[in-house]
């Protein structure tokens, strides 16, 4: 089975003293962190980071160490990386991901969507628990937050 290992941050910002996280809408029409996969020799850190500023044009992340969740998961395989052989077979293989998350504090209001996405939002806990799409975020976002409360960081 294919294996895809991607690295996210739920990014957030503080402004009168409240707290936004940021979403992305994907083209797929859900409402998800900024992800991706990690390249040939990056660390974790360095694909957050790159994710980061081609997603949404943020570089002044201050990533919170001693935060990380992992989602886990099967999807089936994209049409344009199924191998000749499983294409004259009509078979769709499935795929493990696996998700590093992480936390990380910006200063940048301002983002730039990258072409994955449709649009964005700075939300407040509740609101942002509301948008996000799927299960496993909403799940990623309560940890998140409360991560942040407890350490008043």
Known sequence: MPREKSVGAVIYRKQD?????LLLKYTAKHWDFTKGHIEVGETEDQTLRREAEEETGIKDLRVIKDFKEYHKYFFKQYKDKISETDKKKDKIPWVFKLVSFYLAETKTKEVTISWEHQDYKWLEYDEA???VTFKNAKELLKKANDFVLENKI
């Open 129 to 131: 628990l509301k948008l």
């Open 17 to 21: 003293n409240k707290i936004y996280y």
